[in-house]
């Protein structure tokens, strides 16, 4: 049987002291498909995605992902099942390269060792496909902030997602560096 939705979100509430975030959201996603979510400032975007992927709880309603129903606890969670999210705020690890950056907490083993090789290669994979002009070696504390955003990018593409949110994922770049970025095929 064909699956229509990869992800329904069903009259999802979430309230936070004193705020109704969310009341009652409906979002209905079919396979290979995109989309954008509009509102203001404060209108609950951000919430939304981080009730489906376990940052936040909703207080209410129903999520059917990949025709099961589901509430992840947290991101790791969500990110086994196949939802990864490049978020609004970065949080790279400045003392270390770009590549361990792409790779943090799953570097491919070669026996008992980290197969350094194999990093470096996929990195450069990676970013080749993408279109990006970022060295693997460089110390992520040295790039600019548009370039520590295009290696979140980069890092949550790799994943090989079902699902990939992006939350403003964008804001901290310049024109050209968002062309080149949507500019791969
Ligand atoms: N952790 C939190 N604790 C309390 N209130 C929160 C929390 N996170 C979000 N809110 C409130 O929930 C509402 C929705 O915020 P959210 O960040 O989801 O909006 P948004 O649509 O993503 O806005 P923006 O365009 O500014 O990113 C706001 O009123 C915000 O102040
Ligand atoms: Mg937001």
Same mark, same amino acid.
């Given at each position: 049987?064909s &699956?229509?939705?990869? @992800?329904?979100?069903?009259?999802?509430?979430?309230? =936070?002291?004193? *705020?109704?975030?969310?009341?009652?959201?409906?979002?209905k996603?079919?396979?290979?498909?995109?989309?954008?979510?509009?509102?203001?400032?404060?209108?609950?975007?951000?919430?939304?995605?981080?009730?489906?992927?376990g940052? +936040?709880?909703?207080?209410?309603?129903?999520?059917? %992902?990949?025709?099961?129903?589901?509430?992840?606890?947290?991101?790791?969670?969500?990110?086994?099942?196949?939802? $990864?999210?490049?978020? &609004?705020?970065?949080?790279?690890?400045?003392?270390?390269?770009?590549?361990?950056? *792409?790779?943090?907490?799953? %570097?491919?083993?070669?026996? =008992?060792?980290?197969?350094? &090789?194999?990093?470096?290669?996929?990195?450069?994979?990676?970013?080749?496909? @993408?279109?990006?002009?970022?060295?693997?070696?460089?110390?992520?504390?040295?790039?600019?902030?548009?370039?520590? +955003?295009?290696?979140?990018?980069?890092?949550a593409?790799? %994943?090989?997602?079902?699902?990939?949110?992006?939350?403003?994922?964008?804001?901290?770049?310049?024109?050209?560096?968002?062309? $080149? @970025?949507?500019? %791969?095929?």
């Open positions: 049987m &699956q229509e939705y990869i @992800l329904e979100m069903h009259d999802i509430v979430k309230e =936070f002291p004193g *705020v109704k975030a969310l009341k009652g959201v409906e979002l996603v079919r396979p290979g498909t995109v989309h954008t979510l509009m509102g203001e400032n404060g209108a609950g975007k951000s919430t939304l995605m981080k009730c489906l992927i940052i +936040q709880k909703p207080t209410s309603g129903k999520i059917i %992902y990949d025709g099961k129903e589901v509430l992840f606890n947290n991101t790791i969670s969500a990110m086994n099942a196949g939802i $990864s999210m490049i978020h &609004q705020e970065l949080s790279p690890v400045p003392e270390r390269t770009v590549c361990d950056n *792409v790779w943090l907490g799953r %570097y491919p083993q070669k026996g =008992f060792m980290i197969d350094k &090789q194999k990093m470096r290669k996929d990195c450069l994979a990676l970013f080749d496909k @993408l279109c990006l002009d970022l060295d693997p070696d460089e110390k992520m504390g040295n790039l600019t902030v548009a370039k520590m +955003q295009m290696v979140e990018i980069a890092k593409v790799s %994943y090989d997602a079902k699902i990939v949110i992006m939350d403003e994922p964008t804001s901290a770049l310049t024109e050209t560096e968002v062309e $080149s @970025l949507f500019s %791969y095929n």
